[in-house]
């Protein structure tokens, strides 16, 4: 049983955040960590994630040290997703 | 007794030099390598939140209260060197209960001081409200920093 303060459903929705980063450091890189779930295409999180599935070459640009293959992604890898 | 004054005579240079004997030299002090320090470790020396930044990533309006429509600024000041993953939480706070605004890592060679900015826009508004960010460096299972804020 879950009284009213245990409901989320009330809580703000956060959906349209859009965040960034940046640093004086050179070559410094900024990235969301996003674990991928089951039915996920990396077009489909480029579409969520960056507005525009056609950006999906940038996730898996950054993602070479653990993704060889753009349409072999599986649910429970953490994703960089490129931030500006 | 001939012998005997033969055999002082022999005696006394042999005494004679070790009484002259210099006295030995104090041992060397102990080699000392030349001071070395280690590069100290990429650390975060500041949080500094705001409204607005400067070219050099700095909080050029400081602030605690923002706007609906405010994009929030946080500038992150690092001390040290080396390899650093700093990661901005971003959680809005109602009572007991808390919700994830957003999460941003930065991973950066650092080669000295450096400061470093996060930050957060809602186009839709920000719902008003009491947030906070958390800073933590390199995978850290808690905050190096917090800062709490409001928007109202």
């Known amino acids: 049983m879950t009284s009213p303060e245990d409901d989320d459903d009330d809580m703000p929705d956060f959906s349209d955040v859009k965040s960034g980063a940046s640093s004086t450091a050179p070559g410094a890189q900024a990235y969301e960590t996003y674990e991928v779930q089951k039915g996920d295409s990396l ?3 480029a579409k969520t994630k960056l507005g525009n599935g056609n950006l999906w070459q940038k996730i898996f640009d950054a993602n070479t040290d653990i993704l ?8 429970g890898q953490k994703l960089k997703i490129p931030r500006s | 007794m001939k012998k005997l004054a033969a055999g002082l005579l022999l005696l006394v240079p042999i005494a ?32 500094t939140l705001g ?37 901005a939480v971003w959680t809005f706070v109602r009572g007991e209960k808390t919700a994830k605004v957003d999460e941003t890592t930065l991973e950066l060679d ?7 900015e996060f930050h957060i826009a809602k186009p839709s508004g920000w719902p008003k409200g009491d947030y906070r960010l958390d800073v933590f460096l390199n995978d850290g299972p808690t905050p190096v920093m917090t800062k709490a804020f409001k928007v109202g």
Do not use: M, Q, W
């Open chain 2, 110 to 116: 650092a080669t000295g001081p450096a400061t470093n």
């Open chain 1, 68 to 75: 060889k293959d753009p349409n072999k992604i599986y649910p």
């Open chain 2, 16 to 47: 004679g030099a070790a009484c002259s004997k210099k006295e030995a030299p104090p041992p060397p002090p102990p080699i000392t390598e030349p001071a070395t320090t280690l590069p100290a470790p990429a650390s975060v020396t500041g949080v």
């Open chain 2, 51 to 87: 409204k607005a930044i400067g070219a050099d990533k700095r909080v050029t309006e400081p602030a605690d209260a923002f706007g609906a429509k405010d994009t929030i600024y946080a500038s992150v000041d690092t001390a040290g060197t080396g390899h650093a993953k700093l990661r």
């Open chain 1, 43 to 45: 077009s489909k999180i």
